[in-house]
């Protein structure tokens, strides 16, 4: 009788309890009978079947009250060694250990799958850990529970076309919750860890983990190995071809650990994460080598982390950055990546976060290179400030590659919006913004936002098409260097340099910015610093003789503390005057107080110097006045010029009756202008603060 049609016999011998792997059993091959153990019957059906029942194998326990790990790895193995998925029933399953997946030599190909459906959280019956905020896994109800505080769920290692799908994945690292949770998210790893687990700069390679691929590449690593699995570092070549899909991994120090074995170049790729989400954890996704190509991200997301990719502190440090990460959710995260100078590109396209406080730093790591491009493309990314939170750090977005943004939003959301300044940093390679709204969605606007490799805007910085707080800030033209223009009362608000600007259908014409920039230097004495940790306020405070150019509300330049890989310190707008009384100015501190520089080291410039960040501005009509020796300053052009000039703004005329650094301390909107100083001299004059000219040739318009 052929082998086929022996199937119902073989049902009906099959035992109903589960195998161990040791049962013998006899069965009719060609008229002989013969001893096989349960494997050899089980490579049977597997040939015929579909996948691998995980309650067919000793141990598993879907009630979470007893340790399912040997079971689950004795299938695990059969699986992968049969080429089938693994199928896993809705439940709980604790486990003590971790199951590891190897592939052959040439790889392996197999899957993992739960059942996928109503969605499941811990209740009484079962006997495991209460977390302190719910589970968050609402699309699967097969939820593996990971016992340990030191070894990652599930690890692959050199395995080729794998597919983990629809379960849910809990760890023990309760600290994220605990400690920051829904409250606010800091730069400080210690708050991410719970006491216990296996995490932190002094463990690159092996940290507590949901899912770790690839980390038994390295012989022995730098921080000893996964405590127990030292004799499974036999491997030497690094995965491919890994799909995980539709995972929610809770409690864990980082989510997925991608290639961080120490290798200098596992030559593992193509990861492509599908509906997956991390939450309450340090790092969402630790790439630790330059290899690890094509990973690719799309939906899904993360929330209550300190940060989402980083290729800056595990392996050996040259995390290759994840090539696409799309549609994806941020939410109550301190950044979204800090990666290094490993080529290769990153493109973040329609993303939405909100309640997270830096985009990152991209393009610049231990071997000092610039990167490659850099994309951000669709989506918002909101910058929020809670109440009870300390200010953002003064720096957005670091990036040392290419970078474009384009048709997107980024700027601060609601509660954020009483912070004036936005610092946008790129390096040498040139910034690219395109139909981008940058600003605040609130009821305060922010600066035209301050974006360049420096103070000085020695980087190329484009912008089409772009609006800041509503109005247009654009430059069409490429040649274009620093920022660009938004029209606002019939003039142009304009920073820092040079540029061609189009004049409605008037033309292109070149603006020159005013005497004194691309700053207003305020002579400085007795800075002080009163630095103090967070919620008490920090200020600072100088002496100036020239105070009378200083006014409430103004925004100051001031050294950054650098981020570990910074080329440079940044001196950019990041502190508020709150008050001017006589000589004395104080100012408030706009950014998080931690990321600010001492005032011993602040001497890049000029030591004892401050500089106000100018709202330069150029009248696109002539703004015709006349001085009379006071600080009043009547408007002789009619009513359609008196809005132009706003309190605030510098003030410089074409007959120089103007003293240098005057500036209006009220009256706009109205025909007289109160200046800060009383002008040199009387007579009709134009007013101006940087100036239009014709391309080729002609007066200042």
């Given at each position: 009788?052929?082998?086929?049609?022996?199937?119902?016999?073989?049902l009906?011998?099959?035992?109903?309890?589960?195998?161990?792997g040791?049962?013998?059993?006899?069965?009719d091959?060609?008229g002989?009978?013969?001893?096989?153990?349960a494997?050899?019957?089980?490579?049977?059906?597997?040939s015929?079947?579909q996948?691998?029942?995980?309650?067919?194998?000793s141990?598993?326990?879907?009630?979470?009250n007893?340790?399912?790990s040997?079971?689950m790895?004795?299938a695990?193995?059969q699986?992968?060694?049969?080429?089938?998925?693994l199928?896993f029933?809705?439940?709980?399953?604790?486990?003590?250990?971790?199951?590891?997946?190897?592939?052959?030599p040439?790889?392996?190909?197999f899957?993992?799958?739960?059942?996928?459906?109503?969605?499941?959280?811990?209740?009484?019956?079962?006997?495991?850990?209460?977390?302190?905020?719910?589970?968050?896994?609402?699309?699967?109800?097969t939820?593996?529970?990971?016992?340990?505080?030191?070894?990652?769920?599930?690890?692959?290692?050199?395995?080729d076309?794998?597919?983990?799908?629809?379960?849910?994945i809990?760890?023990?690292?309760?600290?994220?919750?605990?400690?920051?949770?829904y409250?606010c998210?800091?730069?400080?790893?210690t708050?991410y860890?719970t006491?216990?687990?296996?995490?932190g700069?002094g463990?690159?390679?092996?940290?507590?983990?949901?899912?770790?691929?690839?980390?038994?590449?390295?012989?022995?690593?730098?921080d000893?190995?996964?405590?127990?699995l030292?004799?499974?570092?036999?491997?030497?070549?690094g995965?491919?071809?890994?799909?995980?899909e539709?995972?929610?991994?809770?409690?864990?120090?980082v989510?997925?650990a991608?290639?961080t074995?120490g290798?200098?170049?596992?030559n593992?790729?193509?990861v492509?994460?599908?509906?997956?989400?991390?939450?309450?954890?340090?790092?969402?996704?630790?790439?630790?080598?330059?290899q690890?190509?094509?990973?690719?991200?799309?939906?899904?997301?993360?929330?209550?982390?300190?940060?989402?990719?980083?290729?800056?502190?595990?392996?050996?440090?040259?995390?290759?950055?994840?090539?696409?990460?799309?549609?994806?959710n941020?939410?109550?995260a301190?950044?979204?990546?800090?990666?290094p100078?490993?080529?290769?590109?990153?493109t973040l396209?329609?993303?939405?976060?909100?309640?997270?406080?830096q985009?990152?730093l991209?393009?610049?790591?231990?071997?000092g290179?610039?990167?490659s491009g850099?994309?951000?493309?669709?989506?918002?990314?909101?910058?929020t400030?809670?109440?009870?939170?300390p200010?953002?750090p003064?720096?957005?977005?670091?990036?040392?590659?290419?970078?474009?943004?384009?048709?997107?939003?980024?700027?601060?959301?609601?509660?954020?919006?009483?912070i004036?300044a936005?610092?946008?940093?790129?390096?040498a390679s040139?910034?690219?913004?395109?139909?981008?709204?940058?600003?605040?969605?609130?009821?305060?606007?922010i600066?035209?936002?301050?974006?360049?490799?420096n103070k000085?805007?020695?980087s190329?910085?484009s912008?089409r098409?772009?609006?800041?707080?509503?109005?247009?800030?654009?430059d069409?033209?490429?040649?274009?260097?620093?920022?660009?223009?938004?029209?606002?009362?019939?003039?142009?608000?304009t920073t820092?340099?040079?540029r061609?600007?189009?004049?409605?259908n008037?033309?292109e014409?070149?603006?020159?910015?005013?005497?004194?920039?691309?700053?207003?230097q305020?002579?400085?004495?007795?800075?002080?610093l009163?630095?103090?940790?967070?919620?008490t306020?920090?200020?600072?405070?100088?002496?100036?003789?020239?105070?009378l150019?200083?006014q409430?509300g103004?925004?100051?330049?001031?050294?950054?503390?650098p981020?570990?890989?910074?080329?440079?310190?940044?001196?950019?707008?990041m502190?508020?005057?709150?008050?001017?009384?006589?000589?004395?100015?104080?100012?408030s501190?706009l950014?998080d107080p931690?990321?600010?520089?001492?005032?011993?080291?602040w001497?890049?410039?000029?030591?004892?110097?401050m500089f106000?960040?100018?709202?330069q501005w150029?009248?696109?009509?002539?703004?015709?006045?006349?001085?009379?020796?006071?600080?009043?300053?009547?408007?002789?052009?009619?009513?359609?010029?008196?809005?132009?000039?706003?309190?605030?703004d510098?003030?410089?005329?074409?007959?120089n009756?103007?003293?240098?650094?005057?500036?209006?301390v009220?009256?706009?909107?109205?025909?007289?202008?109160v200046?800060?100083?009383?002008a040199?001299?009387s007579?009709?004059?134009?007013?101006?603060?940087g100036?239009?000219y014709?391309?080729l040739?002609?007066?200042?318009?």
């Amino acid at each position: 009788m052929p082998l086929q049609t022996n199937f119902s016999q073989l049902l009906a011998n099959f035992p109903a309890s589960p195998l161990t792997g040791t049962e013998a059993f006899a069965f009719d091959q060609a008229g002989t009978t013969k001893g096989a153990t349960a494997k050899a019957l089980r490579d049977f059906f597997l040939s015929s079947g579909q996948f691998v029942d995980s309650r067919d194998f000793s141990g598993i326990d879907s009630t979470g009250n007893n340790d399912s790990s040997v079971g689950m790895n004795l299938a695990l193995n059969q699986a992968i060694a049969a080429n089938l998925p693994l199928k896993f029933p809705p439940g709980f399953f604790s486990m003590a250990s971790v199951p590891i997946g190897y592939g052959a030599p040439q790889g392996a190909s197999f899957a993992i799958l739960g059942a996928g459906g109503i969605g499941a959280q811990t209740n009484s019956q079962y006997n495991l850990p209460t977390p302190p905020y719910a589970l968050a896994i609402n699309t699967c109800n097969t939820i593996f529970v990971n016992q340990t505080k030191v070894l990652p769920t599930f690890a692959l290692n050199s395995v080729d076309g794998v597919l983990l799908k629809d379960f849910g994945i809990m760890g023990q690292n309760y600290a994220p919750s605990g400690t920051v949770g829904y409250g606010c998210p800091l730069d400080d790893y210690t708050r991410y860890l719970t006491a216990g687990v296996r995490g932190g700069p002094g463990i690159p390679n092996s940290p507590y983990c949901a899912i770790a691929l690839d980390p038994f590449i390295f012989a022995t690593p730098p921080d000893g190995g996964y405590p127990g699995l030292a004799a499974a570092y036999t491997n030497t070549f690094g995965s491919n071809a890994i799909f995980l899909e539709n995972i929610t991994a809770n409690y864990f120090f980082v989510t997925l650990a991608l290639s961080t074995s120490g290798a200098v170049a596992e030559n593992g790729s193509y990861v492509d994460l599908r509906n997956v989400v991390g939450s309450w954890c340090d790092t969402f996704a630790a790439i630790g080598q330059s290899q690890s190509r094509l990973f690719t991200m799309g939906g899904g997301g993360f929330g209550g982390c300190r940060q989402g990719f980083d290729g800056l502190n595990y392996g050996n440090r040259q995390g290759c950055p994840p090539a696409l990460v799309k549609k994806i959710n941020i939410g109550y995260a301190y950044r979204i990546f800090s990666l290094p100078n490993a080529f290769g590109s990153l493109t973040l396209e329609q993303c939405y976060a909100e309640s997270f406080r830096q985009i990152g730093l991209f393009g610049n790591g231990p071997s000092g290179n610039a990167g490659s491009g850099l994309s951000i493309q669709g989506g918002d990314l909101f910058i929020t400030q809670q109440p009870g939170w300390p200010p953002p750090p003064p720096i957005v977005l670091e990036s040392y590659g290419t970078t474009k943004l384009a048709a997107g939003g980024l700027g601060y959301a609601s509660s954020a919006a009483n912070i004036p300044a936005l610092n946008l940093i790129g390096g040498a390679s040139p910034i690219d913004l395109d139909s981008m709204a940058l600003g605040a969605y609130g009821p305060n606007p922010i600066m035209v936002p301050f974006i360049g490799y420096n103070k000085n805007m020695t980087s190329q910085v484009s912008l089409r098409n772009c609006v800041a707080n509503g109005r247009l800030l654009t430059d069409i033209y490429p040649r274009t260097y620093g920022l660009a223009s938004a029209a606002i009362n019939q003039r142009l608000i304009t920073t820092w340099g040079s540029r061609f600007i189009p004049n409605g259908n008037s033309g292109e014409y070149a603006f020159t910015p005013g005497t004194g920039l691309p700053e207003v230097q305020i002579n400085a004495s007795s800075i002080t610093l009163n630095l103090n940790p967070w919620p008490t306020a920090s200020s600072l405070t100088f002496n100036s003789i020239d105070s009378l150019k200083v006014q409430v509300g103004d925004v100051l330049y001031w050294q950054a503390l650098p981020n570990s890989y910074s080329l440079e310190q940044y001196i950019v707008p990041m502190l508020k005057v709150a008050s001017v009384v006589g000589s004395l100015v104080t100012c408030s501190l706009l950014f998080d107080p931690l990321c600010y520089d001492s005032v011993a080291n602040w001497n890049v410039y000029q030591a004892g110097a401050m500089f106000v960040v100018p709202q330069q501005w150029a009248p696109i009509t002539t703004v015709t006045a006349t001085t009379n020796g006071t600080t009043s300053v009547a408007l002789t052009g009619g009513s359609g010029q008196y809005n132009i000039i706003q309190n605030g703004d510098w003030v410089l005329d074409s007959a120089n009756l103007l003293p240098s650094g005057a500036r209006v301390v009220s009256g706009s909107g109205s025909a007289t202008l109160v200046l800060s100083a009383a002008a040199v001299g009387s007579g009709p004059t134009a007013l101006y603060f940087g100036r239009l000219y014709p391309m080729l040739l002609g007066a200042p318009i």
